[in-house]
């Protein structure tokens, strides 16, 4: 099975069914099954999905059930700190487990351009595999679909996902409350600014590494030490800033946010600085806003720093109520108060 | 509600959010919000999408649980009888619905080329959801990305769904047996040809229809007759000769088809034999291969026949114990028997 080596992605053996992903790997005969069988299946493989049919059988752990699904068109599909695959898997890994739901099945949709380098497919699906692992779901059904050179950008996966309750929790966006603490994981814009520079749109060079990751086990860690949070939600396309937007409108709410409290990356900030970014805009990958009650906040955040992907989590602000529009504010450093407005238009193309 | 008419998708009221996607609707912000709202939720709205989470909460029917997932790149997105929305649900639906589960719930991923016209965003939504209503399932949730103008090629869709049983069925790919009736519900190809006769590709004009419908109605009818189907499969890439021989590989059987019982509409055998092409290799998104135990093929032939979708139902063969390696045989015209393979290579590309 260990035929190819994945462990430097070099590939010094050969490639299954050629250098390159032809149209014919598309046509859903022969070569398809080839291309599924030899990358997919042999990444991915488990019970359900060797069963070969075109749906999966799943047993259900619980009455409640959790579904979410997230497409990819990342540019480029290869950056510092993950890569498509990973992404795919962690993005809708994180939009179950936002839900206090643990994320269990994933199937995937690949859509990819004619002439695809087969060891790029192939690193991409060690890639997902592995993200797999770490989160403990199983990839369990997919599809593979190829279009003509020039009519997509080398390839774009859709993931969807299924989620079960080990708990009876009521965790959505539009339970958070009065006087509620707002948790961030760790620093912002992380992923955002790595993908631009991988793009070499900086114009200087940085080490920031992407934060995708799996955020599952972290949580259920903090839903342990916190029974009682009240919302969870992935920062992700328009950042901190627009997903508490969000929040606030769901839960008609004001959000007050506390400048100096803010965690960034020094890199993430020099580089926002040059390019006239602000990081709570910035897209995260592999971070988690919590809306918990005052009370259970510092049990949440010892629980999230004994993770290695919250070790900087920190209360950013709090939950207020209000009897106008919801608005999220900042208090500044220097005393003020502005509004934090939802992001408008576009600020990073292909971000994920 | 429905200041845009949809009933003849000219939509003469003013577009929401100006007249093509931008890039700056995939970027997570008002824009994209402004998109989802006024596209998406307007005609998918129920209960679970309305809550605005990421994730959509659903509630356990069975124990068993079937997901599918299926990438649609159709070209071109409008054919005669159907587009890229209509074949979107319906191929998750189609999927779910051959395991004799019953589908409830979709995810869609949408994947915009920048430009995209958004009365044909909005056509497509109205497709989506008149086939997820025809077929009672509810879209739940989604995702909106839009990359650069000639990045995609208009628009993909990427669904999966979940579904549930009603009746301790087990039916899949592996269980065909010997002396089992092949049943196909209808007329091979039209959906291959009725692609190929939009993109102007025949060389000559023709009025075949594609037969894109969710079968998860007149499968129930079907299960309800014939309770103890062996498999059933939608004979979609790849024809149905494609199909069969996956089933007899899973069922290690070999299938034997009577030529003069394959169901083809005259258009379309007109159309293959210009072309060169055979309709047992030609694409369907209508139809369904049942493998059930002999003595309830005619009891599953009338419940077909009764549905508007299986008025052409027929027996196409009969499955046959090999001990040697599973094949799809042919019992020819003129009295001889010839072997018919799985499809190699590429056929017609971008035809789902």
């Given at each position: 099975m260990d035929s190819i080596s994945f462990d430097n992605f070099t590939c010094p053996l050969p490639i299954p069914n050629g250098q390159q992903v032809t149209i014919g790997h598309g046509s859903g005969g022969t070569l398809t099954k080839n291309l599924i069988n030899s990358v997919f299946y042999e990444h991915f493989h488990n019970p359900i999905l060797d069963q070969g049919n075109d749906f999966a059988e799943l047993s259900s752990e619980s009455k409640r059930?959790?579904?979410?699904?997230?497409?990819?068109v990342v540019d480029p599909i290869f950056f510092p700190g993950g890569d498509i695959g990973k992404l795919a898997v962690a993005g809708t890994v994180n939009d179950i487990s936002m839900s206090g739901a643990i994320p269990r099945y994933l199937t995937a949709s690949f859509i990819i351009e004619e002439g695809f380098p087969m060891k790029d497919l192939v690193q991409i699906a060690h890639s997902m595999q592995a993200c797999a692992q770490e989160a403990k779901v199983q990839i369990v059904a997919g599809d593979t679909k190829v279009v003509e050179k020039g009519k997509a950008d080398k390839i774009f996966i859709s993931t969807a996902g299924v989620g079960f309750f080990e708990k009876d929790l009521q965790i959505d966006g539009s339970r958070a409350e009065n006087g509620d603490a707002v948790i961030l994981s760790g620093t912002m814009g992380d992923h955002g600014i790595a993908v631009l520079a991988a793009r070499n749109e900086l114009g200087f060079t940085t080490t920031v590494l992407s934060d995708t990751a799996p955020m599952n086990n972290m949580i259920q860690s903090g839903i342990n030490a916190s029974p009682h949070i009240h919302v969870m939600r992935d920062p992700t396309r328009g950042g901190v800033a627009t997903t508490l937007n969000e929040i606030a409108i769901q839960s008609q709410v004001n959000i007050i946010l506390d400048e100096t409290?803010?965690?960034?990356?020094?890199?993430?900030?020099?580089?926002?600085d040059i390019l006239g970014f602000d990081p709570l805009y910035v897209a995260n990958e592999g971070k988690v806003l919590f809306i918990t009650p005052e009370k259970e906040a510092q049990l949440l955040l010892d629980a999230l720093h004994a993770h290695p992907y919250g070790k900087k989590a920190t209360v950013i602000g709090r939950v207020e109520k209000t009897d106008n529009r919801p608005m999220v504010l900042m208090r500044t450093r220097i005393g003020g108060t502005r509004i934090v407005d939802m992001l408008s238009g576009a600020m990073l193309p292909r971000i994920c």
């Amino acid at each position: 099975m260990d035929s190819i080596s994945f462990d430097n992605f070099t590939c010094p053996l050969p490639i299954p069914n050629g250098q390159q992903v032809t149209i014919g790997h598309g046509s859903g005969g022969t070569l398809t099954k080839n291309l599924i069988n030899s990358v997919f299946y042999e990444h991915f493989h488990n019970p359900i999905l060797d069963q070969g049919n075109d749906f999966a059988e799943l047993s259900s752990e619980s009455k409640r059930i959790i579904t979410a699904t997230d497409g990819h068109v990342v540019d480029p599909i290869f950056f510092p700190g993950g890569d498509i695959g990973k992404l795919a898997v962690a993005g809708t890994v994180n939009d179950i487990s936002m839900s206090g739901a643990i994320p269990r099945y994933l199937t995937a949709s690949f859509i990819i351009e004619e002439g695809f380098p087969m060891k790029d497919l192939v690193q991409i699906a060690h890639s997902m595999q592995a993200c797999a692992q770490e989160a403990k779901v199983q990839i369990v059904a997919g599809d593979t679909k190829v279009v003509e050179k020039g009519k997509a950008d080398k390839i774009f996966i859709s993931t969807a996902g299924v989620g079960f309750f080990e708990k009876d929790l009521q965790i959505d966006g539009s339970r958070a409350e009065n006087g509620d603490a707002v948790i961030l994981s760790g620093t912002m814009g992380d992923h955002g600014i790595a993908v631009l520079a991988a793009r070499n749109e900086l114009g200087f060079t940085t080490t920031v590494l992407s934060d995708t990751a799996p955020m599952n086990n972290m949580i259920q860690s903090g839903i342990n030490a916190s029974p009682h949070i009240h919302v969870m939600r992935d920062p992700t396309r328009g950042g901190v800033a627009t997903t508490l937007n969000e929040i606030a409108i769901q839960s008609q709410v004001n959000i007050i946010l506390d400048e100096t409290a803010l965690p960034v990356n020094k890199q993430v900030q020099a580089a926002c600085d040059i390019l006239g970014f602000d990081p709570l805009y910035v897209a995260n990958e592999g971070k988690v806003l919590f809306i918990t009650p005052e009370k259970e906040a510092q049990l949440l955040l010892d629980a999230l720093h004994a993770h290695p992907y919250g070790k900087k989590a920190t209360v950013i602000g709090r939950v207020e109520k209000t009897d106008n529009r919801p608005m999220v504010l900042m208090r500044t450093r220097i005393g003020g108060t502005r509004i934090v407005d939802m992001l408008s238009g576009a600020m990073l193309p292909r971000i994920c």
